[in-house]
């Protein structure tokens, strides 16, 4: 409603300031109406000359331009005549008129919205043509407006008569508000028609209170003022009355007035009934001549009853609370101990300051515990494990504070790779959806970055991951770099034995180990004391030899090949002479040999040959050893193969079931954190890890990590990096958007976070809207709070200090039924008076240089109170008042709204009721001119 009435207000201002003043409203609006008619219809042109030529002619896109244009420019010509209409001196029926043909008009244009173009001319599309129809519905509203405007000579005469007169004076200053007094020359005939004249002294003696947006409204205002300020009822109070009247808003006030018409008090508060206020008035007149005086000199205790229970206050000397209790007793003496309790406690509590979080050290049954306290004191959480003693806590909590600068926050029910690091290795672990460790890595490694890549290997392969089992050994077929190669590895993934070379194809890789299995089970092993010398055929057909020495170790070669096995020998003997302890050997089937390498043992296979075929992938210390190797390699010789193009999980037995994430390349990259009784159960939990696995997030966590947990009620818990909890929330959230809000708030706010513990009693400050303080016990029962609020801590830490001063020598102040007190502001001193409840019941509107001065206006006021008659205001009334520098006088409606007052205030209350009774004799009959 207001932006309304600021809009309409503006319309006036520009027409004042750029046309004219306004005889009547309406010819602003038709003056603004016809600039938009104009505005409208300058539009339809422009739409039509940017489109003209540009569109071609019978295209739909013609036609809905053609009528925009209709359209908008019959809108802007119509309503441009219609405020032409109203700029005339028109008379009232010719308005209504009008707006007949404004309302036919625009109904001619809706027609021709509807009709166009589809109905329009006798070559329409659609066959109706409602064209004459349209044109005639819009001629005739044109029609009725066009005709007001042709009748106006007729109607209304010539309007010269509206036309100020030329050649008119200036108006002088106090005629247009510039100046408060002047003169005037009064010049006139006299009874025989000669000229004379008289010097007129002009004063202004009273001001409008509100100002009118137009001159008839300013006339009205004017006639109101002069029909009632006759009447207006000062001049009949012949003793003090209190005065009541009904506000513009319904509600009932009073006020004090003596017998000169000067107020002197009013209420303290509205009342929605006039029975409310006149038992005001009746306690006043009661209890206003003999309530005492309270009066407090630094500060005191007041004790109160309100609804049955006694509460207590520590007032200042401005009768401002200091300090109020936080709940009612029953008794006043109750009242009075808990305000000796607070005393007592409040000098030596320690100060918080609790902007946002603090950490309490809490002494319970068993043990000592900490935990996180709200700006409320609402318990948020609290850690899990007692404590000894204190400082047990503290450390606690102070090496926990150290850790909360990079925590990591986590989802129960949400799969989650845990990546953490123990001493200089990193590790991680896999927690599923039940919340449980369902894989982790077989071993750390030294950084972040390669502990991500495993685990990326590990949710990469999971999903498409075959399960198998080893019973003993199994062959496996493995690519690396784009060739085949195979190992025999045993159940624990010990490599019994691995190829030599690589081979093209998979198949390629099972021939050689069918090749291996086929010589290795003729095989015989080799063992001799001496070097020995070796005769055998190469793969080419071609006869070698050479000189291996007592540990299988190859001391020469033959330098060619021979076409035979007995060129070969006789190249052989030519050395032998050289070694006549070294026996000789010829390779007729394939053979295991043993070979010591810088002090570690090995086998080979050698085949009929001669040709290394399969060797031992492992050393070992002794002989002994590597011949047991070589035995389990034959004990499995005949055992299954399996090709490993990509990762497989591999279950195996030890007491109950486990499993391991294997990659082709025989890299194990994860584990199973559990065992199961059978492999039917183990195998059921993998595909339980396959979901879990291929959709987990991941998370790098420290010492300490947050996890949150809830559906319908969410919660959090603090975990260190073994998932043990450390802390856990004592209150519950409605969404995860919550808790989540409320774990960041409470990491950031947590290593400022103040660490106490209540010995006796705590003062806590807190921060809402602005801040305040409690004092609390060791049981968290509040025993007082702030009676004010304060903008900043450091004026909150003020108002302690202050009352820490001044509660030891409170003194104590009862409020009777009623009481007076003096109160001091800005302009100075006055008195009011308060109930039992300290409720304002009256108010003086005086305001004195000293509190002496106050005090002799109440010894005053109180002979007046019993003698002042009680009136009821049903009409325009006079009131005089005092200010700040000096009298004045007001004209009050029925609803006590001001009309008027004095333009200057007035040494006495006497001259001011001169002035007062010189407007209420002369005005009703005084002269209206207005001026620019």
């Excluded at 006149?278 to 007149?285: D, N, Q, R, W």
């Excluded at 309270?294 to 229970?309: K, P, V």
């Excluded at 991500?452 to 003993?472: C, L, P």
Aim: glycine letters at 6%; charged letters at 30%; aromatic letters at 10%.
């Amino acid at each position: 409603m207001s932006s309304i009435r600021n809009f309409n207000n503006t319309l006036f201002r520009l027409y004042e300031n750029y046309v004219g003043e306004q005889e009547s409203k309406k010819d602003v609006y038709g003056y603004w109406l016809f600039v938009l008619g104009f505005v409208v219809g300058l539009v339809a042109v422009v739409i039509y000359a940017v489109n003209y030529g540009a569109v071609e002619p019978g295209t739909p896109t013609e036609r809905f331009i053609s009528k925009v244009v209709g359209i908008v420019g019959s809108v802007g010509v119509t309503v441009m005549l219609f405020g032409l209409v109203l700029m005339l001196p028109v008379r009232r029926r010719a308005i209504y008129a009008s707006v007949v043909g404004l309302v036919i008009t625009f109904a001619g244009i809706a027609s021709f919205g509807i009709a166009y173009p589809y109905h329009w001319r006798l070559d329409s599309p659609a066959g109706d043509d409602y064209t004459l129809h349209v044109i005639a519905l819009y001629t005739i509203g044109i029609g009725i407006i066009a005709g007001v405007t042709a009748l106006i000579p007729v109607i209304t005469g010539r309007k010269g008569k509206y036309v100020a007169e030329e050649g008119a004076t200036e108006d002088p200053d106090i005629l247009t508000g510039d100046a408060l007094d002047g003169a005037q020359f009064a010049v006139f005939r006299d009874e025989n028609g000669d000229w004379k004249w008289h010097i007129l002294h002009l004063e202004a003696l009273a001001a409008s209170e509100e100002s009118a947006l137009t001159r008839p409204e300013a006339e009205e205002d004017i006639d109101i003022v002069k029909s009632q300020i006759g009447s207006a009822g000062l001049m009949e109070l012949t003793t003090s009355a209190f005065r009541l009247y009904e506000t513009l808003d319904g509600q009932w006030e009073w006020t004090l007035v003596r017998d000169d018409g000067s107020v002197v008090a009013r209420c303290g508060d509205a009342f929605d009934s006039r029975d409310g206020a006149e038992e005001s008035v009746s306690f006043l007149k009661d209890q206003g001549p003999v309530a005492g005086v309270i009066e407090i000199d630094d500060a005191a205790f007041n004790y109160y009853q309100s609804r049955d229970r006694w509460h207590w206050q520590l007032l200042d000397g401005d009768r401002e609370p200091l300090a109020v209790s936080p709940t009612g007793y029953s008794s006043k003496a109750d009242a009075k101990a808990g305000a000796s309790t607070f005393v007592d406690n409040f000098e030596d509590a320690r100060v918080l300051a609790m902007e946002h979080v603090a950490i309490e050290l809490v002494d319970e049954s068993d043990g000592w515990y900490w935990r996180f306290v709200g700006t409320d004191d609402e318990e948020i959480g609290r850690s899990e494990d007692a404590f000894d003693s204190r400082r047990d806590a503290e450390e606690a909590v102070e090496s926990l504070l150290e850790e909360f600068d990079d925590v990591a926050v986590t989802v129960s029910g949400e799969a989650t790779y845990e990546l953490y690091n123990v001493g200089q290795e990193w590790n991680w672990r896999l927690v599923g959806y039940d919340e449980q460790i369902v894989a982790r890595n077989p071993e750390g490694v030294d950084s972040y970055e390669e502990i991500e890549r495993t685990t990326d290997k590990f949710a990469t392969n999971v999903e498409d991951a075959d399960v198998f089992e080893i019973e003993g050994a199994l062959y496996e077929r493995y690519k690396v770099d784009d060739h085949w190669r195979w190992r025999l590895v045993d159940e624990d993934r010990d490599i019994v034995a691995a190829s030599t070379e690589p081979h093209e194809t998979a198949e390629d890789a099972a021939d050689a180990i069918e090749r291996m299995q086929n010589q290795a089970s003729e095989a015989e092993l080799i063992e001799f004391e001496n070097s020995a010398f070796q005769v055998y055929e190469a793969d080419t057909g071609e006869w070698r030899w050479r000189l291996i020495d007592e540990d299988g170790n190859v001391l020469a070669d033959s330098g060619a090949e021979h076409a035979s096995k007995g060129e070969a020998a006789e190249a052989m003997m030519t050395l032998k002479e050289q070694a006549p302890d070294a026996e000789l050997l010829e390779i007729e089937t394939a053979a295991f040999e043993l070979f010591v390498d810088d002090g570690e043992w090995g086998w080979r296979l050698i085949d009929d040959g001669g040709k290394l075929i399969a060797e031992d992938p492992n050393s070992h210390p002794n002989r002994q050893a590597a011949k047991q190797a070589m035995d389990q390699l034959v004990e499995n010789i005949d055992t299954e193969s399996r090709t490993m193009e990509r990762a497989a999980f591999q279950t195996y037995v030890d007491d109950e079931w486990f499993w391991r994430f294997v990659l082709p390349d025989g890299t194990v990259v994860a584990e199973s954190e559990e065992s199961a009784p059978t492999r039917n159960e183990i195998v059921d939990g993998i595909d339980r890890v396959r979901d879990a696995a291929a959709n987990a997030d991941r998370s790098r966590i420290g010492d300490l990590f947050v996890q949150l947990a809830g559906s319908d009620a969410w919660h959090w818990r603090l975990l260190d990096r073994d998932r043990s909890i450390v802390a856990a929330s004592e209150v519950s959230y409605d969404s995860r958007d919550a808790v989540e809000t409320a774990i960041n708030d409470l990491l950031a706010a947590a290593p400022d976070a103040p660490v106490f513990h209540v010995e006796n009693a705590l003062i806590r400050l807190t921060n809402g809207d602005g801040w305040t303080w409690d004092l609390v016990d060791q049981d968290r029962d509040v025993l007082a709070t702030s009676g004010t609020t304060v903008d900043d801590e450091s004026d909150a830490m003020d108002t302690v200090e202050e009352i820490r001063r001044r509660a030891p020598a409170a003194g104590q102040v009862d409020f009777d039924v009623a009481s007076f007190e003096f109160v001091s502001d800005d302009d100075g001193w006055t008195w009011r008076l308060i109930d039992e409840d300290g409720q304002v019941v009256a108010r003086c509107i005086e305001s004195f240089e000293t509190m002496d001065e106050a005090r002799t206006s109440l010894e005053s006021i109180r002979d007046v109170i019993p003698k002042a008659s009680i009136l009821e205001i049903d009409g325009v009334s006079f009131e005089l008042h005092y200010d700040d520098e000096g009298w004045i006088w007001q004209l009050v409606d029925e609803h006590g709204e001001p009309m008027s007052e004095s333009t200057k205030t007035y040494e006495s209350r006497t001259e001011a009721r001169d002035a007062m009774t010189n407007v209420k004799v002369h005005a009703p009959d005084g002269w209206v001119e207005f001026t620019e």
